[in-house]
């Protein structure tokens, strides 16, 4: 089982930034990759960012390529997602995850969530 929580999330500005960071209790956590995603009120969840167990290959939506930046700490079992020219169609809960298939898999069926952290970007 691989546990993660969030933090950073908040209230920020239009072309400002946030970082987030998602601790990982589970073991071997340089095993899983890690993901973000996030949900809008009255939306689907989306796919953000991707990281591989190493931190050599990396994913973006779109949306975020660019903006966001995902990177990882093992020895800490932390990963981050650095969030720069933040717009209000940012605001979102966002939710870190696990998966042991690999970055390209964990984009689509990550087999762990966190309990998502609120970012609110104002216009």
């Known amino acids: 089982q691989v546990q993660l929580v969030e933090s950073g999330g908040g209230l920020v500005p239009a072309g400002g930034s946030l970082r987030l960071s998602c601790a990982a209790s589970?073991?071997?956590?340089?095993?899983?990759?890690m993901g973000w995603f996030r949900q809008a009120p009255g939306k689907e969840r989306e796919f953000v960012t991707a990281?591989?167990?190493?931190?050599?290959?990396?994913y973006y939506a779109d949306s975020v390529e660019g903006r966001f930046t995902i990177s990882r700490d093992n020895a800490k079992n932390t990963v981050y997602l650095e969030m720069n020219s933040l717009k209000p169609e940012d605001t979102a809960v966002y939710y870190c995850?696990?998966?042991?298939?690999?970055?390209?898999?964990?984009?689509?069926?990550?087999?762990?969530w966190g309990q998502g952290t609120q970012v609110t970007v104002s216009s």
């Open positions: 589970g073991r071997t956590f340089s095993s899983y990759a």
């Open positions: 990281i591989s167990g190493s931190g050599g290959i990396r």
């Open positions: 995850a696990a998966g042991g298939a690999g970055a390209r898999q964990v984009r689509r069926s990550p087999e762990y």
